[in-house]
């Protein structure tokens, strides 16, 4: 149902995040469009839109005139977790702020082991000056990247004008520009075998669920010029299996670990992760949403829609992502 300035209702529903600085841009960004929250999961029944974080479970099937959900992440495993979702269109977020910044994580990440970050800060503690030999990356290093969409294209663009050499893993075939790329499950053991650096950047759906385990660690490279393989993970936290890496960190099998995401968050107070040497944590700060870069971009395409252009940036709801 539109409204009597024409434009379709807004319903914001988040879970853990604080809704006022959402409301705020929304007002700004469309001053015409009514907007309102979601209140304890009682749900007006005449909305058009809904824009979810972690959406209470139930509530968009309530809807009978919803016509999309805006997922407020890249990621939507957080809508889907909602078994009940009514079969409307939903738009992810493809922002070129969040992936700049999210390869700016992943550059953080990947220098920050190459140049033998984690032993220099324990040196440092301990008041220890050692130097250890030092080259650059180029010739030397290999980055694997996991998931080669939005975010991994864009990192491995950056990471190749730090001289590593890229290597990438995809659901489906691609050709990336400079990128040595493998697709499926034929193509996963030549991946792992090709990199010293593991960076995730895959979706969590069924197929990807804790596909970061012991068999998977084992079919790494053994010898990488790190001695062995570092994983960096800034994906899901569903993606890995905790117990595993902190075993594979344990056997030598993963030489260290950078993780923004976990299976759990927050993070419980006394997971082993906090204080592990070999980890490396943010507290799934990557690349987080913006108000001010994700708001008025789901504005224009609630515009463009009621002109009757097509919405974009759709998942594919049988790929899960
Ligand atoms: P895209 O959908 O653009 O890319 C996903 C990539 O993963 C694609 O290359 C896809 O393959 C590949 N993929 C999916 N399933 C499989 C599979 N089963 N086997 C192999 N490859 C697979 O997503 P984005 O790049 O935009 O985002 C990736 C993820 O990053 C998000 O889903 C989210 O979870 C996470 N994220 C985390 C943030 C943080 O702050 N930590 C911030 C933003 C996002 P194909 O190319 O064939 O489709
Ligand atoms: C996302 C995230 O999916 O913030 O965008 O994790």
Not at 127 to 152: F, P, S, Y
Not at 264 to 287: C, G, I, R
Request: glycine share 8%; aromatic share 6%; with cysteine.
């Amino acid at each position: 149902m539109t409204h009597r300035n024409g434009k379709g209702r807004v319903l914001l529903a988040l879970t853990g995040w604080e809704p006022q600085v959402w409301i705020d841009e929304l007002t700004r960004a469309a001053p015409d469009r009514p907007v309102v929250l979601e209140p304890n999961g009682e749900a007006d029944p005449d909305i058009d839109y809904a824009i979810v974080w972690k959406q209470p479970a139930g509530l968009l099937s309530k809807l009978p005139n919803l016509k999309a959900i805006f997922s407020l992440g890249a990621g939507v495993d957080h809508v889907f977790a909602d078994t009940s979702l009514p079969d409307v269109p939903i738009v992810r977020v493809v922002s070129p702020d969040l992936t700049t910044r999210m390869s700016e994580y992943v550059v953080w990440q990947v220098l920050d082991h190459h140049r033998l970050g984690p032993r220099y800060r324990a040196q440092q503690a301990n008041r220890v000056w050692e130097e250890d030999k030092n080259q650059k990356a180029a010739g030397v290093i290999t980055v694997g990247i996991m998931g080669l969409g939005e975010l991994g294209r864009d990192a491995a663009a950056k990471l190749r004008v730090m001289g590593f050499n890229v290597t990438g893993w995809s659901r489906t075939a691609k050709q990336v520009e400079g990128v040595t790329c493998h697709a499926g499950k034929d193509g996963l053991d030549p991946f792992l075998a090709s990199a010293d650096i593991f960076v995730v950047l895959l979706p969590l759906t069924p197929e990807t669920r804790e596909i970061l385990n012991r068999d998977l660690f084992l079919r790494m490279k053994k010898r990488g010029s790190l001695g062995a393989p570092v994983l960096i993970n800034a994906g899901r936290g569903g993606l890995q299996n905790e117990a595993d890496i902190l075993a594979a960190l344990d056997e030598g099998l993963l030489s260290a670990v950078s993780l923004d995401v976990f299976q759990q968050e927050p993070l419980d107070p006394a997971s082993p992760f906090w204080t592990h040497p070999k980890v490396t944590l943010t507290p799934h700060a990557a690349a987080a949403s913006m108000p001010t870069s994700l708001i008025e971009p789901m504005a224009r395409q609630m515009d463009a829609f009621e002109r009757g252009e097509p919405l974009v940036n759709l998942v594919d709801r049988k790929a899960g992502y």
